[in-house]
C-alpha cells in the first residue's frame, strides 16, 4: 500500500510513519516547503512537499495513493485565531477530501481531538456525546469532521474519524508548560484534584490510527482512541512531580475564580470569536475528562497497554535530552 501522511513531519505522523514503514507500506509524507525532512527521508519516507491552503499541491500528494492519514493542521499548542484555524484545519481538510475523492483512495483516517467535548462535566463522554467547541482549534476540528462526514454521505469518501485526546511520549511537546510550572516547585492544584483527564501514549495512539485506516466496514465512523484509563487530576499532577523530583504543596486553589474566568472566555468566543489568554489551559482543573473506549474496542479491537508513568517518564526524558527541561 501506498500511504499518504499529511504532517508526516510533526509528532503523531513521524511515529505513524515509523509504524507504516516497519510493517512494508510504502510512505509518502506531505510536508510544508522549509521543512527539514531528513530524518523522514532516512526513514525511506518520499517527501512531497506543499501546503494544506494550495489545493494543487494536496492533489499532486495524493497522486498515486491507496490510503491517507491527514493529520496536518494548527494545533491547540499554536493557539490559532478563528481564522487560521478554519483556513487551515478546515479550508486545508477540504482540499484534502477532493484530492482523495479524484485520486480513489480506500480509506482516509481524519485526526480530530477529544478536546471536541470542550469543559466535560458528565464523565465519561463517548463519540455520541454532544460536542461544545471552545476555542478555534476546537471548532475548526469539528468543522473538519462535519465537512468529510458530509463527503462520505454525498460521494461515498471512505473516511473514518479518530478523535484523541493529548499524547504522551517522546517528541509531544503538549507538556512543557505543565513540567516547567510543576517543576517550580510552587506548583498549585487549581480544586479538589478530583476530576480527571485522560491522554493517550503514543504508540497506543498510532495503534489506534493504523486500526481506523485498517479495519474493513467502518466508513463513515467515528472512533475515540485513548491510554487505558483516565486519571484523577491530584495523582496525575504527582506522577509528573514524581518523575521531576518534586513535591507538591496540599495546598489548593479555588477552582470558582477560574470556572468564572473560563466560562467568560467560552461566552465571548460565542459572541465574538475571541478566547480570554490562557483561558483554555485551565481545562485540566475544570473538566473532568473521561473517554469512553468501548467502541474502538468493540470495533477495532483497541486496546491500549502502555501505562501513563511510562509516558509521563518517556516524555521528559526527550525534554531533558532536548533541553527544554
Ligand atoms: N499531539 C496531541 O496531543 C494531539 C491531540 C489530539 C489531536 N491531535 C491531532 O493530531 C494531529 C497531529 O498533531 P501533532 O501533535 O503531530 O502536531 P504537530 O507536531 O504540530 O504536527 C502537525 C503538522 O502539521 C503541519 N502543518 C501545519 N500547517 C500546515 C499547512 N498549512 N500545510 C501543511 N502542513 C501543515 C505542521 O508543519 P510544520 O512542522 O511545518 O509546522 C506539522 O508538521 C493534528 O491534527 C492534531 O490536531 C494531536
Known amino acids: 500500500m501506498k500511504v499518504l501522511i499529511t504532517g508526516a513531519a510533526g509528532f503523531v505522523g513521524s511515529h505513524l510513519a515509523k509504524s507504516l514503514l516497519r510493517d512494508g507500506h510504502a510512505v509518502r509524507g506531505f510536508v510544508r516547503p522549509t521543512k527539514d525532512t531528513s530524518d523522514l527521508e532516512q526513514l525511506g519516507v518520499e517527501i512531497a512537499r506543499g501546503d494544506l491552503a494550495d489545493s494543487i499541491s494536496v492533489e499532486r500528494a495524493l497522486q498515486g495513493c491507496d ?40 480509506r482516509m483516517v481524519y485526526s480530530s481531538t477529544a478536546g471536541v467535548y470542550g469543559v466535560i462535566s458528565n464523565a465519561p463522554v463517548d463519540e455520541a456525546s454532544p460536542v461544545n467547541p471552545d476555542s478555534p482549534y476546537q471548532e475548526a476540528k469539528v468543522a473538519g469532521e462535519a465537512l468529510v462526514l458530509a463527503a462520505h454521505r454525498e460521494h461515498q469518501l471512505p473516511v473514518v474519524i479518530a478523535r484523541f485526546p493529548g499524547v504522551l511520549g517522546r517528541g509531544s511537546m503538549s507538556w512543557v508548560p505543565l513540567f516547567r510550572a510543576i517543576g517550580t516547585g510552587k506548583f498549585r492544584i487549581i480544586g479538589s484534584g478530583h476530576n480527571h483527564t485522560h491522554t493517550g501514549h503514543i504508540l497506543d495512539v498510532v495503534d489506534g490510527l493504523r486500526r481506523c485506516g485498517e479495519t474493513p466496514d467502518i466508513e463513515g465512523q467515528c472512533y475515540l482512541l485513548a491510554g487505558k484509563s483516565a486519571t484523577r487530576i491530584d495523582e496525575f499532577v504527582k506522577l509528573f512531580a514524581k518523575e521531576l523530583g518534586v513535591s507538591i504543596s496540599s495546598m489548593r486553589l479555588p477552582d470558582f475564580p477560574y470556572r468564572v474566568f473560563h466560562g467568560m472566555s467560552c461566552m465571548l468566543y460565542r459572541l465574538f470569536g475571541v478566547t480570554l489568554p490562557r483561558a483554555n489551559d485551565y481545562e485540566l482543573f475544570i473538566s473532568d475528562k473521561v473517554l469512553s473506549l468501548e467502541k474502538a474496542k468493540r470495533e477495532l479491537g483497541y486496546e491500549p497497554k502502555i501505562p501513563i508513568e511510562q509516558g509521563i517518564r518517556e516524555t521528559l526524558q526527550w525534554y531533558r535530552e532536548e533541553g527544554l527541561i
Open 67 to 106: 490510503q491517507v492519514y491527514h493529520l496536518a493542521a494548527l494545533t491547540s499548542r499554536q493557539k490559532p485565531s478563528r481564522k487560521e484555524a478554519m483556513t487551515v484545519n478546515c479550508e486545508g481538510t477540504g482540499h484534502v477530501v477532493r484530492a482523495a475523492l479524484k485520486a480513489g483512495i480506500s
